[in-house]
């Protein structure tokens, strides 16, 4: 049985558990080949549940992860107390055993953790989200002070892939004008974005500087990755975050 997950390379405590999946490994078929656990993108249900199940079985997770009704948003849920399939964009847990998630495919997926190893959080972060502060909810949201937090950025669309509208870079800039260095020049009055860059702009003004990960580009390997933006129809990443027990 193929996988291919990624694990952060980052000095996190033991006790924090982090995967984000790719798209092998499951058995979905068509657009959504073979590792998709989302049941909202038109894949058959029935293949969800098993790639669900398969990631559960194979990463022996404590307990059924915290999905999210994701909408672009800043809204931060509590994993311990959320309930089913809350509307937030992000969610954050102090209590081991609770598994925190979120799905992408060209949007950034942002993983906390606090050095002690005390709480993890994960955000969904698209453009939108993230020029409207859903980094910086997180933030506010957890227990413990920012420059005790690590950060980890995982697989996103890159920047010489994710072209956008002037919009998009007046979103940033108005908020802060530094904001400019993450986006070059495109086609007519079109620019490139760096989401990457523009997650550690965010995450450095809120005094979070220990960063890492930040490498991919989901749009150019399309053997690794689904990416909304290339194919329209595809599936979705999950990024899971949990504490291990004692």
């Known amino acids: 049985m193929v996988h291919d997950w990624l694990v952060p390379d980052w000095p996190a405590p033991p006790a924090v558990r982090v995967v984000t999946t790719t798209r092998q490994g499951g058995v979905s ?10 049941d909202h993108v038109g894949d058959d249900a029935a ?8 990631l559960s079985r194979q990463l022996a997770l404590p307990a059924q992860p915290v999905w999210l009704h994701q909408v672009h948003g800043t809204g931060v849920a509590d994993a311990v107390q959320a309930g089913v399939r809350p509307t937030a964009d992000a969610a954050w847990a102090a209590q081991p055993g609770v598994v925190c998630a979120v799905l992408t495919a060209d949007c950034l997926p942002v993983v906390f953790a606090d050095r002690a190893g005390r709480c993890v959080a994960v955000a969904h972060a698209g453009w939108r989200g993230l020029a409207a502060g859903v980094l910086e909810a997180v933030v506010r949201s957890l227990p413990v002070p920012p420059p005790d937090l ?17 919009e998009v870079r007046d979103a940033f800039t108005a908020v802060d004008p530094r904001a400019a260095d993450a986006f070059a020049p495109g086609a007519d009055t079109r620019w490139f974005a760096d989401l990457y860059r523009l997650a550690r702009q965010r995450l450095a003004a809120c005094r979070v500087s220990a ?35 004692p």
Do not use: K, Q
Not at 29 to 38: D, F, I, T, V
Not at 150 to 166: D, K, N, R, S, T
Not at 228 to 240: P, Q
């Open 47 to 54: 293949a969800v549940t098993a790639n669900r199940a398969r």
């Open 211 to 245: 960063v890492y990960g930040g490498e991919w580009c989901t749009f150019r390997d399309a053997a690794r990755f689904y990416s909304y933006r290339r194919d329209g129809i595809t599936g979705r990443m999950a990024t899971l975050a949990w504490l291990a027990g």
């Open 150 to 166: 690590l950060a980890w950025l995982g697989p996103a669309i890159g920047p010489a892939a994710f072209e956008v509208g002037g």
């Open 29 to 38: 078929h068509g657009p959504w080949a073979s590792m998709n656990p989302a």
